[in-house]
Every structure is written in structure tokens, then in C-alpha cells.
């Protein structure tokens, strides 16, 4: 067939092969039948440099051997090309010996081996570890036309297997660091006296690790094998060698993993069971009434995760993050002093909004689980959701109201009412001096003074802090921030 013509299968069904010669009027076109055919335009024989090859219209294969990384067509040079009917299409298959196989593996980008960047060894492991993968998936594998590669195939051309290109990369710009590799360990596979399949080893490879390699069993099950046991890797983590999976991080929100777990929300995450290299084995996820528990595997492939080398951080709220006062809001919570602003969900914090004094009343309730009063102290709170965190407040003497007979819970509290709340609540000494200049003649300098000889604040206009701001309003986040000190400083 000459260089340049173009084949044609339409198909499955019933399909007929066309033929193009190019710059001729002698097209022809098979009658109906058979998709399966073969194409072969060199003897069983390696090939280093080929002369002519064949493109695949509309297939691509991501080439990272050149910057920026590009997407090529697929490309074959070597060996025998087979169509045959598959599943919804057709099958493309390459027939070819090993070590040309070897040669069109695009795993490591080649130029590791040039001088300056001293990484020959490294390719020359490649090639080694990519032939002992397909030596021995072609032994256990089996029939070709009846295998678990279910394409005609003893190997897939993709990350399910190994990344075979072909023709495709390098040609054009420099490969012979690749060849050069894989012509020095011609032959050469990893072998265990143990392994089933005349002794060779699947070698199975990844970019990256986290610190170790994996016990077979305790990631894909089976028996165990003395071949397939977790190593150390500690170069995957060293900072000198720029390994970019190193460390990873990514983001969910709340919700998303709620709903892939089929909770209403979600309370706490915990890796409850690791592997020998220390990779997450299982996962549970709780609302606090029901528990979700998960493979490692599961969570990776459910949210894109790099690997199953993962901690999890659960951030309360979704809204906290890059809040000076975030700590001291997930140390609230944890202490059951509070539940969150948007109920039933409570998946935020609304640190930003403004505290009313019936939510204070609820904060100290909560912070020091005040016993219910045995009355009710006011008559405006009747229809709040604080009534009777407001009357245990009352019973407690933390709060003497606003007006007579009336607390105002809607209404905003001030850094000076707060003063007051909590010099009550912890029943703080009086102060050894006068630490602000702005509170003189307001009815709280006592309390203002008390709470900040013990710590809980530290003024309003940093780095001086001599002004207190004792009538500004008190945000939710500056809250837990004042709640949290003084627990801490009363050893709570």
C-alpha cells in the first residue's frame, strides 16, 4: 500500500473497508462483511528506526516528553496492526515482539537520561519493570481473543495497563536515551522463585509514593507474596527531589461528601484503619447518629483523591477558613458550645454576623451546662428560641436584664455588655490598674478591666491596645475567640 493512503472502516455492522491511495483514481471498496483485518508493513523483527508507520484519524496520546505537554496522534511502526469487531466499534490491536513493544513505552519522560540530568538508571529500571509487566500479563493472561484484557489484546495501551504509544513520542527530537536504555537490559525481566508464571514478575510501578511502597493483599486482597510487600520509599517524600505529589491537598465541601455518602451531613471523618506503609485503609463518616464506614480505595476514586495516602481535616464550618479566630471557633465546638448557624444542616458559623444577647445567653449556657431556672425573669423573651437559656442565665446572676422585666434578646451586644457577661460568669477579681483610656464613665470599665488582667481580651486597636471599643458590636468569631480564653485561663 502506498506511503500516505488513507483506510476506511465503516462500521460494525455489516461494514466494508475502503481504500485510498493517495494522488490516485483507483479507490476501491470491499463489499459488506467482516470488519477484522490485518495490517502488516514489517517482518517480526526489531526495528529501531522505522520508516514508515501509520496514523490513527481521531486518536490522541498525551506526550509529556515535550514542553508544554502535547496531545499527538497515535502512531504505529512496528510490527502488525489488527482490526477486529468489538463491543459498540471496533478493536485496534498491535501485534509485536517484546522488545519492540518496550520500545514504544512513553512512562518516564526520556530526557532523564540525558548527562546533566543523571537519570539513566532510572530508564533503564523502566524498561525493565514495563517488559516483566508485559512478559507476564501475556503468560497469565492467556488466549488473546478470550482474556481480562477484553480487547484482543495481552495489554491495554493505557494506564490500566502501561502507556504504549508506538510511534509516537520522541520520533523527530531525541529518544536515544530510551533505546539506549532499553537495548542495555535487553531481556531482562524481575523474577521470584515464587512467582506462578515461569518465575516473572509483574512489576507493577507508580510516579509516586507516599514514604512506602503496598502489600499486595492490602490493597487489591488475595494471599500474600513475598514479592509484592511494602518497601521503603522515602525519596518520594524528600523535599531535595521536587516530586511535585509529595504533599497534595483537595478540598470538599460538607454537603458534597454528605451526599456521596448518603448523610443528611457530616459530624466527624476519621481514617479508623491503615496499611502496613501507612496508606488509609478504612474510613468512617458520622452525623453523630449513623456511621458510614469506607474503603480507602472507595474515597480516592469517589473524590479524584492522588492516592489512598491521605490524612483527613475536618473543618467544621465552610466558613471559617482564613478567620484569625477559626481555632478558636472549632474549640467551641468541640465543646458542644456551639452547633452552627444555618440549622438543620449547621454546615456554618457565620462568623461575620453579629451576636444578639440571646445567642450569648446560649454560648454561656452551654459553656458552663447552667441547670434550668425555677422562673421565668422576663417578659420579651417569651417567643425565643433563648427563653430558657436566658432564665438560666437570670438564675445564675450572669445577667440582670436591659430594662425592667426585659432582656432585649434580639439586640445586639456590645464589647461592654460582653465585659460584663463574662466577669460574672467567671466571677473575675477586681483589676490591679486601669488598662484602656477609651471606657472611662462607662458602667462596664470594672468588668473591661477584670477581663483583661485575665487574658480574654486584649484591646480593640493593635499593636497598642490601649482603646477597648466598649460600645462596638461583638461579631459571632470574636466570641468564641473570648469564650475560648477564658475557659483556657480558668483551666476549663
Not at 490522541?60 to 511502526?77: H, L
Not at 518496550?102 to 532523564?112: A, C, F, Q, R, T
Not at 507476564?136 to 495489554?155: F, I, K, L, P, T
Not at 466571677?427 to 462607662?442: I, M, Q, R, T, W
Request: aromatic share 10%; proline share 5%.
Amino acid at each position: 500500500m502506498p506511503v500516505g493512503s488513507f483506510i476506511t472502516v465503516r462500521g460494525p455492522a455489516n461494514c466494508s473497508l475502503f481504500i485510498d491511495p493517495p494522488g490516485a483514481n483507483n479507490a476501491y471498496e470491499t463489499s459488506a462483511g467482516s470488519c477484522s483485518f490485518d495490517l502488516k508493513w514489517y517482518e517480526f523483527e526489531t526495528e529501531d528506526d522505522p520508516e514508515t508507520k501509520v496514523g490513527i484519524i481521531g486518536c490522541t496520546s498525551t506526550d509529556w516528553n515535550v514542553i508544554p505537554t502535547t496531545a499527538k496522534q497515535c502512531q504505529y511502526g512496528r510490527g502488525m496492526l489488527h482490526v477486529r469487531s468489538g463491543d459498540g466499534g471496533l478493536d485496534l490491536s498491535a501485534e509485536l515482539q517484546l522488545e519492540d513493544y518496550v520500545l514504544g513505552i512513553s512512562e518516564m519522560p526520556y530526557s532523564w537520561g540525558w548527562p546533566e540530568k543523571g537519570g539513566m538508571e532510572a530508564l533503564k529500571v523502566q524498561a525493565i519493570a514495563a517488559r516483566s509487566y508485559a512478559r507476564e500479563a501475556q503468560m497469565a493472561r492467556g488466549n488473546v481473543g478470550n482474556n481480562s484484557c477484553a480487547a484482543w489484546c495481552h495489554v491495554r495501551d493505557s494506564t490500566l495497563d502501561q502507556n504504549y504509544v508506538g510511534w509516537g513520542h520522541g520520533f523527530g527530537y531525541t529518544i536515544d536515551e530510551w533505546i539506549a536504555a532499553v537495548e542495555a537490559t535487553a531481556g531482562v525481566v524481575v523474577t521470584h522463585p515464587d512467582a506462578p508464571n515461569e518465575q516473572v514478575v509483574r512489576a507493577f510501578y507508580s510516579s509516586s509514593s507516599g514514604g512506602h511502597t503496598e502489600n499486595i493483599e492490602e490493597v487489591w486482597g488475595g494471599d500474600p507474596r513475598e514479592y509484592y510487600q511494602s518497601v521503603d520509599d522515602h525519596w518520594a517524600v524528600d523535599g531535595t527531589v521536587y516530586n511535585p505529589n509529595a504533599s497534595w491537598t483537595v478540598e470538599l465541601s460538607r454537603a458534597s461528601v454528605a451526599a456521596e455518602v448518603g448523610l443528611p451531613t457530616v459530624k466527624r471523618i476519621a481514617v479508623t484503619e491503615r496499611n502496613t506503609s501507612g496508606s488509609a485503609r478504612t474510613v468512617e463518616f458520622s452525623d453523630d447518629t449513623t456511621t458510614v464506614t469506607m474503603s480507602a480505595a472507595w474515597v480516592k476514586s469517589r473524590f479524584g483523591l492522588k492516592s489512598i495516602y491521605f490524612d483527613v481535616i475536618l473543618g467544621v464550618f465552610s466558613d471559617i477558613a482564613g478567620s484569625v479566630h477559626a481555632d478558636a471557633i472549632v474549640a467551641i465546638y468541640e465543646r458542644g458550645i456551639t452547633k452552627g448557624c444555618n440549622p438543620p444542616l449547621n454546615t456554618q458559623y457565620c462568623p461575620n454576623s453579629l451576636l444578639t444577647r440571646g445567642q450569648m445567653a446560649a454560648f454561656l449556657t452551654r459553656a458552663f451546662a447552667l441547670p434550668p431556672a425555677s422562673q421565668d425573669y422576663f417578659v420579651d423573651d417569651a417567643s425565643s428560641i433563648f427563653e430558657d437559656d436566658i432564665n438560666r442565665l437570670a438564675e445564675a446572676r450572669i445577667t440582670f436584664g436591659c430594662d425592667t422585666d426585659m432582656y432585649c434578646p434580639s439586640g445586639q451586644i456590645t464589647r461592654g455588655q460582653m465585659a460584663a457577661f463574662l466577669s460574672r460568669a467567671f466571677a473575675l477579681p477586681p483589676a490591679s490598674k486601669d488598662y484602656f483610656s477609651d471606657d472611662n464613665g462607662s458602667v462596664f470599665e470594672g468588668d473591661i478591666n477584670r477581663i483583661r488582667e485575665a487574658g480574654i481580651t486584649f484591646g480593640c486597636n493593635p499593636p497598642d491596645n490601649d482603646h477597648y471599643c466598649p460600645s462596638a458590636p461583638v461579631t459571632r468569631a470574636q466570641m468564641a475567640s473570648f469564650i475560648e480564653r477564658a475557659l483556657v485561663g480558668a483551666g476549663l
